[in-house]
C-alpha cells in the first residue's frame, strides 16, 4: 500500500480527535445513554427505534479511542473506563433472540475487549451470542432470518454472520460453521445481482425454502440498490472470506466494490439509494460512505490484484478526504454527531439527513484503518 500523504494524515488525525471531542460531549451530556441518530442534531429525543440493533457502536467507538490514546495517559483511562461501562450492560444480549443484530452488538465491544485482555469470560460472552445468532437458521432456505419473520432474509446480516464465524472457528463446531457458510451461499444466491448490486431483503416460501423475491424496508424499492446495503455486503463478504477463504466471498465483496466505486459521484459519497428518483437522489447518506470506506480499507489487504488492491485503498481515502472535509459536524457548534448527512429510514421519516451511531461508529474504524 501506499502511504498517506502528510495532508491526508493530518487532515485524519484531526478528524479523529473531533470524534473523540463529540463522543465525550454526548456521554457527558446523556450518561449511561446510548443512542441511535440524532433529531436536529441532537442525540437524545422521543424518536422510536423500530428496532434495537446499535448499542454495541458507542462504546465501540470507545475502544477505539483507548487503543490509539497514548498509553498510561489520562485520555487513556477515561476511555477504558467508559468502553467497560457502556460494554458491559450488554452482556446480556447474548441471549437476544429478538434482532439478527448480535455481530453489531457483540464485534465492536466484547471483541475488542477480548482482543485487549484475553480474559476467557469475554471469549464466553462472544461464543455465546454466536451460538444464539446461530439458532435464526432455517434449515428449509439455509439462511438466518432478519428480525420481520422466518421468511424474511435480510442483507445487512451479514455484517452478523461474523459473529458465528467467530464462534465456529475457536470451537471448532462444524455446525456453526456450515450455518455461517451456507448463510452467506445464500444471501449471494438471492440478494446480490450480476452487476454487483444488491438487494435489501429476500422472501422465501417457508414450507419448501424456496426463494420467491427481493423487497426492501429501507430502499427505494425491491429492486433498487439501497447503498447501505450495499456497504453492509460489500463489508460483509470480506468478513465471510477473511473466517472461511471460499473465493467465491472475496469475488462477491469485489463485485459489490466496483458497483459502488463505478455508481457513486467521483467524492465517494452515495445517494442513499443508487436508483432513488433524480428529485430524492441528493439525500445522502454519509453512512454508507464510511462503511465502504472501512471495508475497502479491509478488502484491500486481501485482495490479490495489486491493481485493484490499489483502487480499493485510493477509494477508501478519497471517500475519508471527503467526509472529513464536507460533512464533518465541526462548523455548527449546537450540532452533537461528528458526521452529518447520515440516513436511517427515509420511508418512517427516521433520521434523514442526521448523525446516525453506526455512521459514527465505522467513521472511526476506517480512521483507524487508515491511520495505523
Ligand atoms: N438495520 C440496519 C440498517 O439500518 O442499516
Same mark, same amino acid.
Given at each position: 500500500m501506499i502511504h498517506l500523504s502528510n495532508e491526508s494524515g493530518e487532515l485524519f488525525t484531526q478528524a479523529f480527535g473531533f470524534a473523540q471531542k463529540q463522543v465525550r460531549r454526548l456521554i457527558e451530556k446523556n450518561p449511561g445513554f446510548y443512542p441511535l441518530y440524532t433529531k436536529n442534531g441532537a442525540?437524545?429525543?422521543?424518536?422510536?427505534?423500530?428496532?434495537?440493533?446499535?448499542?454495541g457502536f458507542l462504546p465501540g467507538m470507545m475502544w477505539i479511542f483507548h487503543k490509539h490514546?497514548?498509553?498510561?495517559?489520562a485520555d487513556s483511562k477515561y476511555w477504558l473506563e467508559n468502553a467497560i461501562k457502556y460494554t458491559k450492560?450488554?452482556?446480556?444480549?447474548?441471549?437476544?433472540?429478538?434482532?439478527?443484530?448480535l455481530g453489531f452488538l457483540f464485534l465492536s465491544t466484547y471483541y475488542r475487549w477480548y482482543r485487549l485482555t484475553r480474559e476467557p469470560a469475554l471469549r464466553e460472552v462472544l461464543l455465546e451470542a454466536g451460538r444464539t445468532m446461530a439458532?435464526?437458521?432455517?434449515?428449509? &432456505?439455509?439462511y438466518l432470518k $432478519?428480525?420481520?419473520?422466518?421468511n424474511s432474509l435480510f442483507i445487512d446480516i451479514m455484517m452478523n454472520v461474523g459473529i458465528v464465524f467467530y464462534a465456529a472457528r475457536e470451537t471448532g463446531d462444524r455446525r456453526l460453521r456450515d450455518i455461517a457458510v451456507r448463510h452467506s451461499l445464500t444471501t449471494r444466491r438471492t440478494l446480490v445481482r450480476g452487476d454487483g448490486s444488491t438487494a435489501h431483503e429476500g422472501i422465501f416460501d417457508?414450507?419448501?425454502g424456496e426463494f420467491l423475491r427481493q423487497t426492501t424496508?429501507? &430502499?427505494?424499492?425491491?429492486? $433498487?440498490?439501497w447503498s447501505r446495503g450495499l456497504t453492509w455486503a460489500l463489508y460483509g463478504f470480506t468478513t465471510a472470506y477473511e473466517y472461511s477463504r471460499d473465493p467465491h466471498f472475496l469475488q462477491t465483496a469485489g463485485a459489490c466494490a466496483d458497483y459502488y466505486i463505478s455508481h457513486s459521484p467521483a467524492d465517494g459519497v452515495p445517494p442513499?439509494?443508487?436508483?432513488?428518483?433524480a428529485e430524492n437522489r441528493?439525500?445522502?447518506d454519509t453512512s454508507s460512505a464510511a462503511i465502504c470506506a472501512s471495508g475497502l480499507l479491509r478488502l484491500c489487504r486481501l485482495e490479490p490484484d495489486p491493481l485493484k488492491a490499489h483502487l480499493y485503498w485510493s477509494c477508501a481515502v478519497q471517500i475519508l478526504t471527503t467526509l472529513c472535509e464536507?460533512?464533518?459536524?465541526?462548523?455548527?457548534?449546537?450540532?452533537?454527531?461528528?458526521?452529518?448527512?447520515g440516513v436511517y429510514h427515509v420511508h418512517k421519516g427516521l433520521g434523514v439527513d442526521e448523525s446516525v451511531m453506526w455512521g459514527e461508529y465505522f467513521f472511526c474504524e476506517a480512521l483507524e484503518r487508515v491511520l495505523w
Amino acid at each position: 500500500m501506499i502511504h498517506l500523504s502528510n495532508e491526508s494524515g493530518e487532515l485524519f488525525t484531526q478528524a479523529f480527535g473531533f470524534a473523540q471531542k463529540q463522543v465525550r460531549r454526548l456521554i457527558e451530556k446523556n450518561p449511561g445513554f446510548y443512542p441511535l441518530y440524532t433529531k436536529n442534531g441532537a442525540w437524545k429525543h422521543e424518536g422510536p427505534a423500530w428496532t434495537h440493533w446499535c448499542d454495541g457502536f458507542l462504546p465501540g467507538m470507545m475502544w477505539i479511542f483507548h487503543k490509539h490514546a497514548a498509553p498510561d495517559s489520562a485520555d487513556s483511562k477515561y476511555w477504558l473506563e467508559n468502553a467497560i461501562k457502556y460494554t458491559k450492560p450488554l452482556e446480556p444480549r447474548k441471549h437476544d433472540k429478538e434482532i439478527h443484530d448480535l455481530g453489531f452488538l457483540f464485534l465492536s465491544t466484547y471483541y475488542r475487549w477480548y482482543r485487549l485482555t484475553r480474559e476467557p469470560a469475554l471469549r464466553e460472552v462472544l461464543l455465546e451470542a454466536g451460538r444464539t445468532m446461530a439458532l435464526r437458521y432455517k434449515e428449509k &432456505g439455509q439462511y438466518l432470518k $432478519s428480525f420481520v419473520g422466518d421468511n424474511s432474509l435480510f442483507i445487512d446480516i451479514m455484517m452478523n454472520v461474523g459473529i458465528v464465524f467467530y464462534a465456529a472457528r475457536e470451537t471448532g463446531d462444524r455446525r456453526l460453521r456450515d450455518i455461517a457458510v451456507r448463510h452467506s451461499l445464500t444471501t449471494r444466491r438471492t440478494l446480490v445481482r450480476g452487476d454487483g448490486s444488491t438487494a435489501h431483503e429476500g422472501i422465501f416460501d417457508t414450507d419448501t425454502g424456496e426463494f420467491l423475491r427481493q423487497t426492501t424496508h429501507q &430502499g427505494y424499492r425491491g429492486d $433498487s440498490c439501497w447503498s447501505r446495503g450495499l456497504t453492509w455486503a460489500l463489508y460483509g463478504f470480506t468478513t465471510a472470506y477473511e473466517y472461511s477463504r471460499d473465493p467465491h466471498f472475496l469475488q462477491t465483496a469485489g463485485a459489490c466494490a466496483d458497483y459502488y466505486i463505478s455508481h457513486s459521484p467521483a467524492d465517494g459519497v452515495p445517494p442513499w439509494d443508487f436508483n432513488a428518483p433524480a428529485e430524492n437522489r441528493t439525500l445522502l447518506d454519509t453512512s454508507s460512505a464510511a462503511i465502504c470506506a472501512s471495508g475497502l480499507l479491509r478488502l484491500c489487504r486481501l485482495e490479490p490484484d495489486p491493481l485493484k488492491a490499489h483502487l480499493y485503498w485510493s477509494c477508501a481515502v478519497q471517500i475519508l478526504t471527503t467526509l472529513c472535509e464536507k460533512h464533518l459536524a465541526k462548523s455548527d457548534p449546537k450540532w452533537e454527531g461528528i458526521l452529518r448527512g447520515g440516513v436511517y429510514h427515509v420511508h418512517k421519516g427516521l433520521g434523514v439527513d442526521e448523525s446516525v451511531m453506526w455512521g459514527e461508529y465505522f467513521f472511526c474504524e476506517a480512521l483507524e484503518r487508515v491511520l495505523w
